[in-house]
């Protein structure tokens, strides 16, 4: 028998991804089996693509696999580019680096615009790189809208008018793993031609499905595009007359709590989920701003505050404290997880999730929780931060 007696409660998960999911998910995954083929699960299946469409914001179409977001990065770029493709990838942070990686596996070559990580991309350094491209040889640019590692969403719509004062015609391709259904998005309103998500996040769900939004501009890339793929092909997607499913079998009770989880979102109305995101986002970036005092204490990463998500935070710890140390105590002792720094932030910062299924009195508890564990570790701070996060969120602020 172990000395510490086990965890009890519900744990409170400030990782981001996966998130919560909702006991109405849980239920409606909750059932047998059933024939992927069978009218009545067809007309489910068909009901979530319409429904990604509406929460995408397109009218382009929405492919599905089953895989992890990774799964929907490689098939994004199988399906629209060729062998020795320039891709242009703005740094945010870690997932940036892992995309850019990707790409150079599969053959493309891949090109950094170096980032400092605290900063999302300067929309004017993207139409300078552009305007010297004349060649034309950069096929996309591929930019993380929800830099999950860092807390910074770039400006989507900003570097989409720098693409366009370029006068560039490369693909724009837009991570949404993080921000779809957190943070507002327009895949066709901001003319981005590719759009990547994942279940796990904002979506509520848990890991498994992956889905790439394609426009019209993508969909006619695809007829080129010269990487070898079989599973992620975009055709084999299409069923007998016409509409839209999975490779091979469905994953029936993925797709199940799928339409569940699209039913809630509309429920909640998709501005009213957004909103929900800004209070808990600005709630905690009030916290920690508090805890930063006049700089002693840890700091939030993310400086241009156009730029601060509203889905994660990612908190930098005081030269010489340890942030793993912080989260091993949140973990054993208060049962609630943050994630952790991730690449060259591995130890020097931790992250407070507060993305898809998650109220006011969570945030607070989660909050609290890092409080106790910086005090319980050292680490140098200002008081305040739970208040300040409960004067934001009663809007005294
Ligand atoms: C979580 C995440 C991914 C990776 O998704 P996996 O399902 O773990 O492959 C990619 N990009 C961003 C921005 C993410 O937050």
Redesign the pocket.
């Given at each position: 028998m172990s000395d510490t007696p086990p965890l009890r409660g519900r744990q409170l998960l400030a990782i981001?991804?996966p998130t919560n999911i909702p006991d109405r998910i849980l239920r409606a995954m909750d059932r047998p089996a059933t024939d992927f083929n069978h009218p009545d699960f067809l007309s489910v299946q068909e009901g979530v693509f319409d429904g990604l469409r509406r929460i995408f914001r397109t009218e382009g179409e929405v492919y599905a696999y089953a895989?992890?977001?990774?799964?929907?990065?490689e098939a994004a770029f199988v399906n629209t580019l060729s062998p020795g493709d320039r891709v242009l990838v703005p740094e945010t942070g870690a997932?940036s680096l892992?995309?850019e990686e990707l790409a150079g596996d599969l053959g493309l070559v891949p090109e950094r615009m170096a980032g400092d990580w605290r900063h999302g991309p300067d929309p004017n350094a993207v139409e300078d790189r552009l305007r010297r491209d004349s060649a034309g040889e950069i096929k996309a640019v591929c930019l993380?809208?929800?830099?999950?590692a860092t807390g910074i969403a770039s400006r989507v719509a900003d570097i989409r008018g720098a693409i366009d004062a370029a006068g560039h015609g490369a693909l724009y391709m837009i991570?949404?793993?993080?921000?779809l259904a957190s943070l507002p998005f327009e895949m066709d309103a901001w003319g981005v031609d590719v759009a990547?998500g994942?279940s796990?996040?904002g979506l509520m769900m848990p890991?498994g499905l992956?889905f790439v939004a394609a426009g019209p501009k993508a969909i006619r890339a695809a007829e080129s595009a010269g990487l070898t793929r079989s599973y992620w092909e975009w055709k084999a997607l299409r069923r007998r007359g016409g509409r839209l499913g999975f490779t091979s079998t469905s994953p029936v009770h993925l797709v199940y709590g799928l339409a569940e989880a699209i039913a809630m979102l509309e429920e909640e109305g998709l501005e009213n989920v957004f909103a929900r995101h800004r209070r808990l986002g600005g709630a905690t970036r009030a916290a920690i701003a508090a805890w930063s005092g006049n700089g002693v204490g840890p700091e939030l990463l993310a400086l241009d505050p156009r730029e601060h998500s509203d889905s994660v935070s990612t908190v930098l710890l005081p030269e010489g404290h340890d942030a793993e140390a912080v989260r091993q105590v949140t973990a054993t002792r208060f049962n609630t997880l943050l994630g952790g720094g991730l690449r060259k932030l591995q130890g020097r910062a931790f992250r407070i999730a507060h993305m898809g299924d998650l109220n006011e009195g969570m945030l607070l508890g989660m909050l609290a929780v890092v409080e106790m564990a910086l005090d319980l570790q050292g680490v140098p701070r200002a008081g305040g931060g739970v208040e300040a996060a409960m004067r934001a969120l009663v809007g005294e602020d």
């Open positions: 981001p991804g895989a992890s977001g990774r799964g929907a990065w997932f892992w995309w993380v809208h929800n830099e999950t991570d949404t793993i993080s921000s990547v994942g796990q996040k890991p992956g």
